[in-house]
């Protein structure tokens, strides 16, 4: 194998990651939203529960999880592939940190705009979707980019189980031609390039989000 | 499962935790200098500092695992390297950079009338850092200082792929030997429960006390995940 080669393998498996990444994002978001709307408007035991679930995922490292789904499971008869495992398995954690930045979010819009919802005759799920969350999103858009930066870099884990992203080839390639520098220098220059400006990014969104809350 | 199932993983949790400890000593004293560094007077050396940690924060902790196993392996083969320390090489690199930014945000936080203070009484840049700002901004860091001890703790699992007989390995092997993948990851993940559950109360309490006597409240939103 050539460099050029090489670079075009690393770069499908690139396009894996971002599947993978991208996936689990759309989970996270979702299920995170859930998590959290749960713990607030829910019936004690429904709090209660959501608490507990969100505070063991965010306690079990992502590989166990994701070694119980897709080498657990299977024994209970519920077979998933590898890449679907990564997309609900690294969505569902990444859900349960979301849960919390959500939760920090809904407590940025002031108490008496849940007592006007409520005076209104809005039940108290209508409060919390048509008065507080509209209220709450400029606050979830940092959390929500930074969602994604950490997804794109847990996808990896998926070559744990066998899924072709970009470093599962990185290592096969690096054992088979031995170009371990190439190998090395290209995931980087990628991971750097989709990276480092997000992270720049997610700061300055931070700062003006920041800004707006204590002016 | 066996009783002789928790002796086996209680000796790959040992491996574990000492794995984890030595990570967050050494990430601890690399991340001080990153910080330092980065909030240095010199233009250059504070934005290779930023480029540096930036570049680290981009790059995920399993690839610096691989690349340390497979790649750097290759050519310092003859040294006889314990794949233990090429983990401890990895997951510090990893984990300092996200450290450093706590750190920074801590020194950051200090008010600038405490260096013109230190300036005004004759201390040195230097020695202002060293004695008076760094001393306040101890105390706020331990909160994220706490966060990160146990995302190392969790990362350490990632050793396992580049065969560290961490507690993940060994269960792995378990798995191999009994079939029996549920049962053994549902322990494995109990064992991590038992660890971190009281740090994380831990890390409630430190963040609550600092919050209160500081007022302040060292933002770590952007950095206690990734």
């Given at each position: 194998?050539?460099?050029?080669?090489?670079?075009?393998?690393?770069?499908?498996?690139g396009?894996t990651t971002l599947?993978?990444?991208a996936?689990?994002w759309?989970?996270?978001?979702t299920?995170?939203?859930?998590f959290?709307?749960?713990?607030?408007?829910?019936?004690?035991?429904v709090r209660?529960?959501a608490?507990?679930v969100?505070?063991l995922?965010r306690?079990?490292?992502?590989?166990?999880?994701?070694y119980l789904?897709?080498f657990g499971l299977p024994s209970?008869?519920i077979?998933v592939g590898?890449?679907?495992a990564?997309?609900?398995?690294l969505?569902?954690?990444d859900a349960?940190f979301n849960?919390?930045y959500?939760?920090?979010?809904?407590?940025?819009?002031?108490r008496t705009?849940r007592?006007a919802?409520?005076s209104l005759g809005?039940s108290?799920?209508g409060?919390?979707t048509?008065?507080?969350?509209p209220?709450a999103?400029?606050?979830?858009?940092?959390?929500?980019?930074?969602s994604?930066?950490?997804l794109?870099k847990?996808?990896?884990l998926?070559?744990a189980?066998?899924?072709p992203?970009i470093?599962y080839?990185?290592q096969?390639?690096m054992q088979?031609?031995?170009?371990?520098v190439?190998?090395i220098?290209v995931v980087?220059?990628l991971?750097?390039?989709?990276?480092?400006?997000l992270?720049?990014f997610?700061s300055?969104?931070e700062?003006?989000a920041r800004?707006?809350l204590?002016t | 499962m066996?009783w002789?199932?928790?002796?086996?993983l209680?000796?790959?949790l040992?491996v574990?935790?000492?794995l984890?400890?030595y990570t967050?000593?050494?990430?601890v004293?690399?991340?001080?200098?990153?910080?330092?560094a980065?909030?240095?007077?010199?233009r250059?050396?504070?934005?290779t500092?930023r480029f540096?940690?930036?570049?680290?924060?981009?790059?995920?902790?399993?690839?610096?695992l691989i690349?340390?196993?497979?790649?750097?392996g290759?050519?310092i083969a003859?040294?006889h390297?314990?794949?233990?320390?090429?983990a401890?090489?990895?997951?510090?690199l990893g984990?300092?950079?996200?450290?450093?930014?706590i750190f920074?945000?801590?020194?950051?936080a200090?008010p600038?009338?405490?260096?013109?203070?230190a300036?005004?009484l004759?201390?040195?840049r230097?020695s202002a850092l060293?004695?008076i700002?760094?001393p306040?901004?101890v105390?706020p860091s331990?909160?994220g200082?706490?966060n990160m001890?146990i995302?190392t703790?969790?990362?350490s699992s990632?050793a396992s792929?580049?065969?560290?007989p961490?507690?993940t390995?060994?269960?792995?092997?378990?798995?191999?030997e009994?079939?029996?993948?549920?049962q053994?990851?549902?322990?494995?993940?109990?064992?991590?429960?038992v660890v971190i559950?009281?740090?994380?109360?831990l890390a409630?309490?430190a963040?609550?006390a600092?919050t209160?006597?500081?007022?302040?409240?060292?933002?770590?939103?952007s950095i206690?995940?990734?």
């Amino acid at each position: 194998m050539t460099t050029g080669e090489i670079t075009s393998d690393l770069l499908h498996g690139g396009v894996t990651t971002l599947e993978i990444a991208a996936g689990a994002w759309a989970v996270s978001a979702t299920v995170g939203l859930a998590f959290a709307m749960a713990r607030d408007v829910g019936m004690l035991p429904v709090r209660l529960a959501a608490a507990s679930v969100t505070a063991l995922l965010r306690s079990t490292p992502q590989l166990i999880l994701l070694y119980l789904v897709f080498f657990g499971l299977p024994s209970l008869g519920i077979d998933v592939g590898g890449l679907t495992a990564a997309i609900v398995v690294l969505g569902v954690a990444d859900a349960s940190f979301n849960a919390e930045y959500y939760r920090a979010s809904l407590i940025t819009v002031p108490r008496t705009q849940r007592d006007a919802g409520m005076s209104l005759g809005f039940s108290r799920l209508g409060t919390l979707t048509f008065v507080v969350l509209p209220q709450a999103m400029l606050y979830m858009v940092a959390p929500l980019l930074n969602s994604f930066l950490s997804l794109l870099k847990t996808a990896t884990l998926a070559s744990a189980i066998g899924v072709p992203e970009i470093l599962y080839r990185g290592q096969n390639d690096m054992q088979l031609t031995g170009h371990v520098v190439a190998v090395i220098a290209v995931v980087i220059v990628l991971y750097g390039v989709a990276c480092m400006p997000l992270i720049r990014f997610i700061s300055v969104v931070e700062r003006r989000a920041r800004e707006r809350l204590y002016t | 499962m066996q009783w002789s199932w928790l002796h086996i993983l209680w000796v790959g949790l040992q491996v574990t935790l000492r794995l984890s400890l030595y990570t967050i000593g050494f990430s601890v004293v690399v991340a001080a200098a990153f910080a330092v560094a980065s909030i240095s007077r010199w233009r250059l050396v504070r934005w290779t500092a930023r480029f540096v940690v930036d570049l680290l924060r981009s790059i995920p902790i399993l690839a610096l695992l691989i690349f340390a196993y497979y790649g750097l392996g290759k050519y310092i083969a003859s040294w006889h390297v314990d794949p233990f320390w090429m983990a401890v090489g990895a997951l510090t690199l990893g984990e300092a950079a996200f450290l450093s930014e706590i750190f920074r945000a801590g020194l950051e936080a200090i008010p600038r009338t405490q260096w013109e203070a230190a300036a005004s009484l004759g201390f040195r840049r230097t020695s202002a850092l060293a004695r008076i700002i760094a001393p306040q901004a101890v105390l706020p860091s331990i909160p994220g200082l706490v966060n990160m001890s146990i995302f190392t703790f969790k990362d350490s699992s990632l050793a396992s792929v580049i065969a560290v007989p961490e507690v993940t390995q060994v269960a792995n092997q378990l798995v191999s030997e009994t079939f029996k993948p549920l049962q053994v990851y549902l322990l494995l993940a109990g064992f991590y429960l038992v660890v971190i559950l009281p740090f994380t109360a831990l890390a409630g309490l430190a963040e609550k006390a600092v919050t209160r006597y500081y007022g302040l409240h060292v933002d770590k939103a952007s950095i206690a995940r990734n």
